[in-house]
């Protein structure tokens, strides 16, 4: 059955860095996009990032542009977020997601699959 499992979040102080993982299961992730979305407490869940799995194409909100990557490993069907220059703001629970699409990937909570989240903490 297809399955999300993230991992890599923690506690970081701000400017610091962190890499998290998003290991799927049970699809080709080739045949699907991947989002990257947080949610912090009180705040709605938002769309930071995403990846087409078949070209390796990228979407990034305004927010995290310059500071977080986005990539993936086709083989270990694996995608990764690397968050660099953290911000207390970037605080959150940070889920990936899939859908299939060949196209543009979108950061709205479209997506039909969800992982069970990793805690990023930036402390200020």
């Known amino acids: 059955q297809l399955q999300l499992v993230e991992s890599g979040g923690g506690l970081v102080q701000p400017g610091g860095s962190l890499r998290l993982s998003c290991a799927v299961s049970?699809?080709?992730?080739?045949?699907?996009?991947i989002g990257w979305f947080r949610q912090a407490p009180w705040k709605e869940r938002e769309g930071v990032s995403c990846?087409?799995?078949?070209?390796?194409?990228?979407n990034y909100a305004d927010s995290v542009k310059g500071r977080f990557t986005v990539s993936r490993d086709n083989a270990k069907n694996t995608v990764f977020l690397q968050l660099n220059s953290l911000k207390p703001e970037d605080t959150a629970v940070y889920y990936c997601?899939?859908?299939?699409?060949?196209?543009?990937?979108?950061?709205?909570?479209?997506?039909?699959?969800w992982g069970q989240g990793t805690q990023v903490t930036v402390s200020s």
């Open positions: 990846i087409i799995g078949s070209d390796g194409n990228t």
């Open positions: 997601a899939a859908r299939i699409e060949f196209r543009r990937c979108v950061l709205d909570p479209v997506y039909a699959y």
């Open positions: 049970g699809f080709a992730l080739r045949d699907y996009a």
